[in-house]
């Protein structure tokens, strides 16, 4: 039962010479054959949209910080 979980989890061999065979393709083409991983495409993400995160859950938690504070002393 395992084994032939396993054996559908591994690409057929005809799978990957056409695997192979589009790389080798790509790359002589001149155009990037391997997909971008995913560091380089958080490097070219803008950090805007972290920012405006960070402020807004800034802003959230320091109100109800603030409501706490003002509840218990006084």
């Given at each position: ?29 001149g155009k ?43």
């Amino acid at each position: 039962m395992i084994n032939k979980i396993f054996l559908r989890l591994q690409p057929s061999e005809y799978e990957m010479r056409k695997r192979n065979e589009k790389f080798v393709q790509d790359a002589r083409e001149g155009k990037k054959p391997t997909h971008m991983s995913r560091q380089e495409k958080l490097a070219k993400r803008s950090p805007v949209g972290s920012w405006a995160l960070g402020i807004v859950v800034f802003v959230v938690m320091g109100g109800v910080l603030f409501e706490l504070a003002r509840l218990i002393f006084l």
